[in-house]
C-alpha cells in the first residue's frame, strides 16, 4: 500500500443520511474535511429537509459521533435531485441508503452523468452481493466502485470492511483503505464478496448460537449473557444484550436477510432459522433499549428486569453472576470447558459451532485465519478472535473433544494437526493460512496491535498489575494490565523501576479497550472499611513518588491512550511530557464522584496547567476547584482542551488506535533532541478570601438543592489543597508541598462515611450516588 494514498481525498459525500450515512459523514467532519450529506429532496418545506433533520440527530447523538460540535460546521446538506452536481465533484462518493438493489441502481445512474473522472463511488450495503450492485454499470465507473461497510456507531466501531468487485483497480482499493485507516481511524480487513462478509457472517452466527442453545439448555438469559460474555473476552452485554442494543426487529431481519442468502448446507441455518423467543419479542412490542426494553429492561425507579424465557414473563434481573463465570473471567475461557453442568455445556456448545463455523469458512471466505479474527476483534469488540480462541484451549484438546462427541471437524482444523493457528518464529508473529504455512501476520506499515507484538517480546519485568518491555530500539513500553487498567501498587511498582531504568524513552501504553478506569478502587474500599489511613497514605506517596519519578526522569516519556483515562489514569498521563491519545480517548478527573479528591498530582497539575494558561493564581484556583469538582471528563482529545486535560499546542491525537505506537514513537524521536525534563515548578496558593468564596459558592449550591450536602465536604476538601485553606495566605509551596495537601484532603475525605457510601454504591450499581 503506498503511504498516505488515501490523502488524494479531501471532499467527500455521503448520500443517505439515515443512521449509517450520518455516521459516516460524521466521522470524515471528526477528520477535519467537509463533506456533503445528502438525502431524498422534501416535498414541503426545505427541500433538504430529510438531510437537515439528520444534522441535528448528529448534533445531539450520545454517545456523541462528533468529536467536537464545532465539526458539524463541516458538513453541508443537500437532496439527490438538486445537488448530484456537486456529489460528483467531490473525491469520494459513499452510498448509504436503504438496503434495496433497485433503489440503489437507480441512484448510481443518476450520479453517472454527474461523476469527474477521479470520483471513488462506494456503497455501505451490508447484503447485497457487489455482482449485482454493478451489473448495470459502465466499465468505467466498476474500476472505480468498491463496498465500504462500516459497522455502528462509526464512531466508535474500529472494523471496515473493503469488498472489490471484479474490475476495481487496485489504487482505489488502496487509497479508500489509506484513508480509512489513516483518517477514518479503521482497522480496514478485505473481504470477499460473500454473503455477510466476515464480521456479520460469523458475529451474527455467534448471537444467534449463543441465544440457540441457550434456550435449548433452559439457561436464563443472565446466565446465557454472563458466560457468552466477560469469561470468553466478549463484550459484557452479551447475546441477549446486544439484540437490545441492536434492536430486535432489526437483528430480525438481519438473520433472515442471512437466512436468504447462504447456501442451504451452511450451518448458519442450524441455529438461524426464525427464532420464536425474538420473533415473540417484537410482536408484544419488546424491540430493544431504543423502545420499552427488549430482553431486559429498566422501570422509571431505576429497577432492573429480565425476561423469563421460561414463563415469558419480565421478573427481576439476577445481578451477581455464577462461580463459574467469575471464575472464568480470571482464569479464562478454558475453565469454563472443564465441567459438565448445564453451564459448561452451554460455553461448550457455544464455542464449538463458533469455532467450527469460523474454521469452515477457510477458504471460500478467505485463505487467513486472521481475517476472520480481525473482523471480531474490531467489529464486535471481542477481546480475541475465534482462533485465537481455538490456541488458547488447545487446537489438539479442541479437535479430539470434537471428535469425540461426534461434530463436524472442518478441514482447516484436521489439517492442523495439533498445532497452533498462531506461533512466533524469529520474533515475528505468523499465522497459519489454509494450506499449513506460516506467514507474518498483516498489518498496514506503521499499524501495531501491542496485544500481538507483545507475543513476540519477553517482559523485562513483570507482576499481576503491569509489564515492561523493551522494544527494539530499546524504548521502554510500561503496559498496564488489571482489569479494566485499575490502577494498584503493582502497577505503580512498573511505573517507578521504569524511571530509574530510563533507556532512550519511555511509552505508557496499552491495547486493552481502556487505558485505566482509574485506581483500584475495591482496594480503598478495604483499606477504608479497615480504617487502614496509613496504608491509603503510603499507598497515594507511592503513586505519587512514580509519577514523579516519571516526570523527572532524564528522557522523554510520552503516554498514548485510548479508551478511558480517567482518574489515576489520567494522572499517570498528566506527568508525561506528551500525551499521543486516541481521538476517542475519554480524559479526566473523576474522583469527586466517589466523594473523594485526585491524590495523584491530578489536583496540582491541573492547577499548574490553568496557571499557566491564566498567568493568574487566583483563576487557575477557581478553574480547578470548578473542574475537579463537578469531576469533569471529556469524550475525545478536541472536548479535552478546554478543560486543560490535553495541551493541543503540545500533545497530540491520532485516528486510529492501532497508530499510537507508531504516534509515540514519533514523539519520542521529536522530543530527543537536548531533552531536559522540567523543572519542578512553585505553586501560590491562592489564599483564605478565594477559600471563603468557594465554600460560599459551594453552600449556595447545597442551599439551592444545585449540590448534595456531601458536594460540600468534597468541595471544601478540592479548595483547601489550592488555596491553602481558611486562614492561608498566598503562600509558595513546593510541588512537594502540593502532593502531601493532596494526601491529607483525601484521606479526610476517606474517613467520613459519606464517601464510603459514595464508593460502595459505585462498585455494587454501578452509578454515582447523590449524598
Ligand atoms: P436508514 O434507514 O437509517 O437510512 C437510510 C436513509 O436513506 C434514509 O435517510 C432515507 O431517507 C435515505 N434514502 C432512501 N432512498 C434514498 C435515495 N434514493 N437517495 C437518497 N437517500 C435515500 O438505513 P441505515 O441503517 O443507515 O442503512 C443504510 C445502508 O447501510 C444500508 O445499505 C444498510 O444495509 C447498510 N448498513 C447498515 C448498518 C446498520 O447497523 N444500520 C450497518 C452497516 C451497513
Redesign the pocket.
Known amino acids: 500500500m503506498s503511504t498516505n494514498s488515501g490523502s488524494a481525498i479531501k471532499k467527500v459525500c455521503v448520500?443517505?443520511?439515515?443512521?449509517?450515512?450520518?455516521?459516516i459523514a460524521a466521522q470524515v467532519s471528526n477528520a477535519g474535511l467537509e463533506v456533503l450529506l445528502?438525502?431524498?429532496a422534501s416535498g414541503e418545506g426545505s427541500r433538504n429537509k430529510?438531510a437537515e433533520d439528520?444534522m441535528e440527530r448528529i448534533k445531539k447523538s450520545d454517545p456523541p459521533l462528533l468529536m467536537k460540535q464545532e465539526n458539524a460546521a463541516l458538513i453541508s446538506t443537500g437532496?439527490?435531485e438538486d445537488d448530484l452536481g456537486a456529489a460528483g465533484q467531490c473525491d469520494w462518493i459513499v452510498?448509504?441508503?436503504?438496503?434495496?438493489l433497485d433503489?440503489?441502481r437507480?441512484?448510481y445512474s443518476n450520479l453517472m452523468p454527474h461523476l469527474k473522472p477521479t470520483t471513488l463511488v462506494s456503497?455501505?450495503?451490508?447484503?447485497?452481493p457487489i455482482s449485482l450492485l454493478m451489473e448495470d454499470m459502465p466499465v468505467e465507473l466498476r474500476q472505480r466502485f468498491c463496498i465500504t461497510?462500516?459497522?455502528?456507531p462509526v464512531r466508535y466501531m474500529r472494523l471496515l470492511e473493503l469488498v472489490e468487485g471484479e474490475e476495481t483497480r487496485r489504487d482505489v482499493i488502496d487509497t479508500l483503505a489509506d484513508f480509512s485507516d489513516r483518517m477514518l481511524g479503521k482497522g480496514v480487513v478485505q473481504c470477499a464478496d460473500t454473503p455477510g462478509f466476515l464480521g456479520n457472517r460469523v458475529g451474527v452466527f455467534a448471537l444467534q448460537a449463543a441465544i440457540h442453545e441457550a434456550v435449548s439448555l433452559k439457561l436464563t438469559i443472565e446466565e446465557a449473557d454472563a458466560i457468552f460474555g466477560r469469561p470468553m473476552g466478549i463484550p459484557k452485554t452479551g447475546a441477549f444484550g446486544l439484540y437490545d442494543l441492536?434492536g430486535l426487529d432489526?437483528m430480525g431481519d438481519v438473520v433472515r436477510s442471512l437466512n436468504s442468502i447462504l447456501d442451504q448446507g451452511d450451518p448458519f441455518h442450524e441455529v438461524g432459522g426464525e427464532n420464536l423467543v425474538v420473533n415473540g419479542r417484537v410482536k408484544a412490542g419488546f424491540t430493544g433499549n431504543k423502545g420499552k426494553g427488549g430482553f431486559y429492561r429498566e422501570d422509571e425507579a431505576g429497577q432492573k428486569f429480565a425476561h423469563d424465557l421460561e414463563t415469558g414473563e419480565w421478573r427481576p434481573r439476577a445481578e451477581s453472576p455464577p462461580e463459574l463465570v467469575l471464575r472464568g473471567e480470571k482464569e479464562g475461557l478454558a475453565v469454563l470447558l472443564e465441567g459438565d453442568d448445564n453451564l459448561s455445556q452451554f460455553a461448550w456448545r457455544v464455542l464449538a459451532r463458533i469455532l467450527t463455523y469460523s474454521a469452515g469458512l477457510l477458504p471460500e471466505v478467505t485463505h487467513s485465519p486472521q481475517d476472520i479474527d480481525d473482523a471480531m476483534k474490531l467489529g464486535y469488540n471481542w477481546v480475541q478472535g475465534p482462533f485465537e480462541m481455538i490456541d488458547v484451549i488447545g487446537s489438539a484438546k479442541f479437535v479430539e473433544r470434537l471428535q469425540s462427541e461426534n461434530w463436524y471437524v472442518p478441514e482447516y482444523l484436521r489439517d492442523l494437526d495439533g498445532q497452533p493457528v498462531y506461533a512466533v518464529k524469529n520474533k515475528t508473529l505468523k499465522v497459519r493460512h489454509w494450506g499449513g504455512d506460516l506467514h507474518p501476520v498483516k498489518l498496514p506499515e506503521g499499524v501495531t496491535r501491542f496485544h500481538m507484538l507483545r507475543r513476540t517480546l519477553v517482559p523485562v519485568f513483570e507482576n499481576a498489575g503491569a509489564s515492561l518491555f523493551h522494544l527494539d530500539d530499546g524504548t521502554r513500553l510500561v503496559e498496564f494490565h488489571t482489569k479494566a487498567n485499575a490502577l494498584d501498587a503493582d502497577c505503580m511498582d512498573v511505573v517507578n523501576r521504569t524511571a530509574y531504568d530510563p533507556g532512550p524513552g519511555i511509552i505508557v501504553h496499552n491495547d486493552a479497550q481502556h487505558f485505566s478506569a482509574g485506581v483500584n478502587l475495591e482496594r480503598f474500599m478495604e483499606m477504608i472499611e479497615a480504617k487502614n489511613w496509613d496504608g491509603i497514605d503510603a499507598f497515594l506517596l507511592g503513586f505519587q513518588k512514580a509519577v514523579a519519578a516519571l516526570c523527572y526522569c532524564p528522557v522523554p516519556v510520552v503516554g498514548a491512550p485510548s479508551g478511558l483515562a480517567i482518574g489515576g489514569g489520567f494522572e499517570v498521563l498528566a506527568h508525561c511530557d506528551m500525551v499521543v491519545a486516541h481521538a476517542n480517548s475519554v480524559l479526566g478527573l473523576v474522583e469527586s464522584v466517589v466523594g473523594l479528591v485526585p491524590g495523584g498530582g491530578g489536583v496540582k497539575e491541573i492547577y499548574w496547567r490553568w496557571y499557566q494558561h491564566t498567568g493568574d493564581w487566583e483563576k487557575a484556583a477557581r478553574n480547578t476547584f470548578n473542574q475537579i469538582g463537578y469531576g469533569q471528563t471529556a469524550s475525545s482529545p478536541d472536548e479535552a482542551a478546554p478543560l486543560m486535560y490535553f495541551l493541543p499546542e503540545r500533545d497530540r491525537q491520532v485516528m486510529n488506535r492501532d497508530r499510537l505506537i507508531e504516534g509515540a514513537r514519533a514523539a519520542l524521536g521529536d522530543l530527543a533532541t537536548g531533552y531536559k525534563p522540567r523543572e519542578s515548578p512553585e505553586f501560590e496558593l491562592a489564599g483564605g478570601a478565594a477559600y471563603a468564596e468557594m465554600v460560599e459558592f459551594l453552600e449556595k449550591g447545597v442551599a439551592k438543592g444545585m449540590f448534595f450536602p456531601h458536594d460540600l465536604t468534597v468541595g471544601s476538601a478540592i479548595a483547601r489543597i489550592v488555596t491553602g485553606g481558611h486562614d492561608s495566605g498566598k503562600d509558595l509551596v513546593s510541588e512537594e508541598a502540593m502532593f502531601a495537601r493532596e494526601r491529607s484532603s483525601f484521606i479526610e475525605l476517606a474517613k467520613t462515611p459519606q464517601t464510603l457510601e459514595r464508593i460502595k454504591h459505585l462498585l455494587r450499581v454501578g452509578t454515582a450516588l447523590r449524598n
Do not use: C, W
Open positions: 448520500i443517505g443520511a439515515g443512521t449509517m450515512g450520518s455516521g445528502l438525502d431524498i430529510p439528520a437532496n439527490i452510498e448509504a441508503i436503504v438496503e434495496r433503489i440503489k437507480t441512484l456503497s455501505n450495503t451490508s447484503t447485497i461497510h462500516f459497522f455502528n441492536i432489526l
